[in-house]
């Protein structure tokens, strides 16, 4: 299956905090997710708790071992270790953790002690360094937070100051892409006014335009691009600023796009278009729009995914609905020899699978490895194909 790892990894936490993260990907997927991720000892014992419910122990083990987790201390060494044994059911770290856990006790009060000292010789040692990064740093937090709440005067005072306005964030956010990202309109207008770099970019690759549109701001978009933004500018990830807005359901702002010439077959680094990413993610109305405006509806990416195998896949009833009333092909196979049926069979969308028979879809297709659509069927799919 064609997702973006590295992509969804980058985001983990937002599945995280919906607990969606083990009923949304598969055993495969989330073997391949934990390649790129990069979690907290925390993100990843509440990732153990939320697979509790949804896979077994040693499958738990088989996807998540390769996760990359940080652990700061002692502490988040015995809380992980200990929701490992619980979750994995590995018992044989009960004699480790009983170790650690008297070790940390043992530890002395004079580590830290020593560790404030050091802290201290060092500022006292580089007093005009320490206070010139330290100015730099409040600056950069500040200008960032008035780009993020649209505080014009407060932005305005600290660009006349002199502040830099293409100060980067931790995470490569300048003002402006803070600005964008956030919808401030007035605060955009300024810094562009006094030279910010419109194609700045992020450790991700978004620039203004990107982030404007990922996030639905019409305007800030509008702006951007008669000011000259690049509208087909791309992330790290291949994400063209349609591409982002169809990813997102944001109907008004493709309509805009495709108004002002954007590419509607662009393709990200996996080789998805504009239609494939909303047929992915069920944007109905982007789809009808989409199509209505020539998109290839049989546009396949790197692995042969149409936009018809996605919508099955997910499960999107209407969008699937849809596809098949304007034609789209219900046998079409992707680099594994997988159809819309297949894939709705295999994750239990029984609806799009009732729907996809009625249409007249192939029961019998098989797949490369030769697996039928019942044999690869949930259950409640398998008892209706039984009948």
């Given at each position: 299956m064609n997702l973006n790892y590295e992509y969804i990894a980058a985001h983990i936490s937002d599945y995280i905090k919906s607990e969606n993260f083990f009923d949304t990907f598969?055993?495969?997927?989330?073997?391949?997710?934990m390649k790129y991720s990069n979690l907290t000892s925390n993100q990843y014992i509440t990732l153990l708790k939320q697979s509790s419910s949804a896979i077994k122990a040693k499958e738990l083990y088989m996807c998540t071992r390769n996760a990359n987790v940080t652990i700061q201390n002692m502490e988040e060494i015995v809380s992980t270790l200990k929701s490992v044994k619980k979750y994995m059911k590995f018992n044989i770290f009960d004699g480790i953790i009983d170790i650690l856990d008297q070790k940390e006790k043992e530890i002395p009060l004079s580590t830290e002690e020593i560790q404030k000292h050091q802290s201290k010789i060092k500022e006292i040692q580089n007093p005009r360094q320490n206070a010139a990064k330290e100015t730099n740093d409040n600056q950069t937090n500040e200008i960032h937070t008035a780009c993020v709440k649209g505080n014009l005067g407060l932005v305005k005072s600290h660009i006349e100051c002199r502040c830099n306005k293409e100060a980067k964030d931790d995470d490569g956010y300048t003002p402006l892409i803070e600005a964008s990202s956030n919808g401030e309109l007035e605060v955009v207008k300024y810094l562009i006014s006094v030279g910010a770099d419109k194609e700045a970019k992020n450790k991700y690759g978004w620039t203004p335009l990107i982030c404007a549109s990922r996030n639905g701001h019409l305007e800030v978009v509008k702006y951007l691009i008669s000011n000259g933004a690049d509208k087909e500018a791309k992330d790290k990830y291949g994400y063209t600023p349609l591409?982002?807005?169809?990813?997102?359901?944001?109907?008004?702002?493709?309509?805009?796009?495709?108004?002002?010439?954007?590419?509607?077959?662009?393709?990200?680094?996996?080789?998805?278009?504009?239609?494939?990413?909303?047929?992915?993610?069920?944007?109905?109305?982007?789809?009808?729009?989409?199509?209505?405006?020539?998109?290839?509806?049989?546009?396949?990416?790197?692995?042969?995914?149409?936009?018809?195998?996605?919508?099955?896949?997910?499960?999107?009833?209407?969008?699937?609905?849809?596809?098949?009333?304007?034609?789209?092909d219900k046998e079409a196979k992707n680099n594994n020899g997988k159809t819309p049926l297949i894939y709705a069979s295999r994750f239990g969308h029984l609806e799009v699978v009732k729907y996809l028979i009625s249409v007249g879809a192939d029961k019998e297709a098989k797949d490369k490895e030769g697996k039928t659509v019942f044999e690869v069927a949930k259950n409640n799919v398998r008892n209706y194909l039984k009948v």
């Open positions: 598969d055993i495969e997927d989330i073997k391949q997710i591409i982002e807005a169809s990813m997102d359901g944001h109907l008004e702002l493709v309509k805009y796009f495709i108004s002002v010439g954007a590419d509607k077959e662009a393709k990200d680094n996996y080789g998805d278009t504009p239609l494939i990413i909303a047929s992915d993610n069920g944007h109905l109305e982007v789809v009808k729009y989409l199509i209505s405006v020539g998109a290839d509806k049989e546009a396949k990416n790197n692995n042969g995914w149409t936009p018809l195998i996605y919508a099955s896949r997910f499960g999107h009833l209407e969008v699937v609905k849809y596809l098949i009333s304007v034609g789209a």
